[in-house]
């Protein structure tokens, strides 16, 4: 009898833990949600999608959420432009090319890059990337969206490469034999048979360091500045959504204040891009999965 | 030039970037700590480490924000490792293959992709307002756990399903209940990957500053928090707030903090690669 009833406990306790992560889920849209209904009372969505400037802070306010996009869309294409070859390079190099020891050796380094502190990849952008860069392109500003880019593509270079490297070598090898015994060489196998096969997995790792940049804080509250401006010009001073939230948080913005509320729209549309591109890249992993078991 | 000829210097050129895209990681690396060291490792001392922060960079310290970090690591690992190894324990032994577990791996898969300023804005509307804890170290320590369970239960699922599943039914033959086959021979099994997990995860906390700022840590703290309702500051915090400011003086603060930083970051990352080094020697099943 007390066995059947700890055995029952345990488990009930158990499920309650595994049924919390979906409360967090549920917590974060409530809160998004009742927020953000909130300062749609105030504002009108067609101003927050239209406006072309986002002025929540100053006398004259507007709430356009361009100029803030425009800046966490910059940041985070110059990360990609950046990440996706090095990281793809790498896992092909890894893959085909390292010997198992070099393999084993650079591997976990690359790991540790993701393993910094994002405050660290912040400063190392400002204190010593954006004036190294300024000796290249005099135009460059002190505060800039193209170093802190640059920094969070190296960062996320392990996204990229530790998931194109696994979905690289899940191909299963008779495909390899196969090229290679019609006769084509190491390069032909790799861009025509393996890339191509392991192109869903590649994919996912790519949406998933997408993820990661557009979420990223602080590098860009550190180097990218703080004025949200609607250019897609990388030299300037801009604000990313996540930079906008920052600044508000530091600030004392009074409790229910319509200031206060913008911080949750924003935080809405970071949230629904990240949400598509995770469950984008849920899915597209296990098509990925399900191939080669 | 022959077409042999051609194959080959391909292969070699792709081998020769794809060498080149490795290292270019690793030499940012090495530049990212050496240029960091060299700029503040003069200002490293035992006065820099027990002092209070101050308007004068040369008298500033970090202590608040080490005994912060200190106090935050532990509230995360407080609540974040019994939650996340009963949840991964659940997923992993118990509901196998039905609705519940399909919609519980599809939501901790996605709460994994959620930047970490929107659990500081989570942790803000419930735990410092709905909840009142205030600007505390309980506020903060509960929204890091809520942002790396998901992380604690992915790993901890790994370390169980490593184990092999004639464990199980050597115990289950012998009488044991399930969860007596749990408690005693699974996770002890699992122990040493699931800690490894773990110490990677919560390395992942002691960084964070954007989650914790949006739940109102603070940037001056010229006092010690003594108990988990007393409002607090954590290392990444300090650094972010005196890379902010202009006097040349407070950048090398900041380096010398970050040196501190990088070397628990880097020592807990240390310990967990030889832990699991360490397990995969010796466990052979």
Redesign the interface.
């Known amino acids: 009898m007390l ?1 059947r009833f ?2 029952r406990t ?2 009930s ?3 309650l ?6 409360a ?2 549920i ?2 849209v409530a ?2 949600i009742t ?1 953000t209904i909130q300062f749609f009372r105030e504002v009108s969505i067609w101003e927050f999608l239209t406006d072309t400037q986002w002025t929540p802070l100053f006398a004259q306010k507007h709430f356009g959420i361009l100029p803030l996009l425009s800046g966490t869309f910059l940041t985070t294409a110059i990360a990609i432009a950046v990440a996706l ?3 793809l ?2 896992a ?3 893959n ?3 010997s198992p020891r070099l393999r084993s050796i ?1 591997k ?3 790991e ?2 993701s ?10 952008a ?3 990337v954006t004036p190294a860069l300024q000796q290249i392109i005099p135009g460059l500003a002190g505060f800039n969206a193209l170093s802190p880019g640059i920094v969070m593509g ?1 960062m996320i ?2 996204f990229i ?1 530790s998931l194109s490297e696994d979905a690289l070598h899940a191909v299963p090898r008779s495909l390899r034999e196969a090229a290679y015994g019609m006769g084509a ?4 196998t ?1 861009f025509r048979v393996l890339i191509p096969a392991a192109s869903s997995g590649i994919l996912a790792s790519v949406v ?1 360091a997408l ?2 940049a ?5 590098i860009v ?2 180097a990218a500045g703080q004025q949200p401006r609607l250019t897609l010009n990388p030299l300037v001073p801009i604000e990313t959504v ?1 930079t906008y ?2 600044q508000v ?2 600030g004392d913005v009074p ?1 229910g204040s319509l200031e206060y509320r913008t ?2 729209a924003a ?1 809405m549309v ?2 629904l891009f ?2 598509v ?3 984008i ?2 899915f597209v992993n296990r098509r990925f999965r399900q191939q080669y078991e | 030039m022959s077409k042999r000829w051609r ?1 080959y210097l ?2 070699r050129l ?2 020769m ?6 290292f ?3 030499l ?2 090495v ?2 700590i050496v ?2 060291f060299k ?1 503040g490792i003069a200002r490293l001392s035992w006065d820099f480490l027990t002092s209070f922060p101050s308007r004068f960079p040369e008298k500033a310290g970090i202590y608040p924000a080490i005994v912060g970090s200190l106090w935050i690591f532990l509230g995360t690992a407080f609540f974040a490792i ?3 190894v ?2 991964a ?3 992993e032994e ?2 196998k293959k039905s609705w519940l577990a399909n ?2 791996e ?17 942790g ?3 735990f410092v ?1 709905t909840l009142q804890m205030g600007q505390s170290l309980i506020a903060g320590s509960l929204t890091l756990a ?1 942002l790396v ?2 992380v604690v ?1 992915v790993v901890a699922r790994e370390a169980l399903r490593a184990v092999p599943s004639s464990i199980r039914e050597a115990a289950y033959a012998l009488g044991a ?3 007596q086959t749990i408690w005693k021979q699974v996770l002890p099994a699992a122990f040493g990957n699931i800690l490894t997990g773990i110490i ?1 995860a919560l ?2 906390a ?5 989650p914790l ?2 739940v ?1 840590a603070l ?1 001056y703290v010229p006092f010690i928090p003594r108990s988990p309702m007393d409002e607090f500051t954590v290392l ?1 915090i300090q ?2 707030n005196w ?2 400011r202009p006097q040349h003086g407070f ?1 090398i603060n ?2 010398a903090a ?1 040196i501190v ?2 070397v628990l ?2 020592g807990l ?1 240390g310990i967990a ?1 030889f832990l699991r080094y360490r397990s995969q020697r010796k466990v052979r099943w």
């Open positions: 066995r700890i055995e345990v488990e306790g158990l499920r833990s595994a049924v919390l992560t979906i967090t889920t917590g974060i809160v998004l927020e070859p090095i990281g390079l790498t092909i190099f890894l085909e090319y390292a650079v976990p380094i690359l540790l890059l393993a910094i502190p994002t405050v660290v990849y912040g400063y190392f400002l204190v010593f190296i270079i392990p490469s060489t190491r390069v032909q790799l998933l993820a990661r557009i979420g990223e804080t602080m509250a550190i996540t939230i920052v948080s530091l409790h911080i949750f935080g970071l949230f990240t949400v591109l995770s469950t890249s849920f | 194959a391909l292969d792709v081998g970037l794809g060498l080149a895209a490795a270019i990681g690793l940012f690396l530049a990212l240029s960091i700029l019994p939650l996340g009963s949840a324990i659940y997923l118990y509901a919609v519980l599809i939501n901790i898969a996605n709460l994994a992709g959620v930047p970490s300023i929107i659990y500081g804005i989570l803000l509307e419930i307002r809520l369970l998901p239960i209940t399930k969860w990677l390395a992942r002691i960084g964070e500053a954007a700022i949006v109102g940037t990444p650094i972010f890379v902010s950048v900041a380096a970050i930083l990088l970051v880097l990352n690669i």
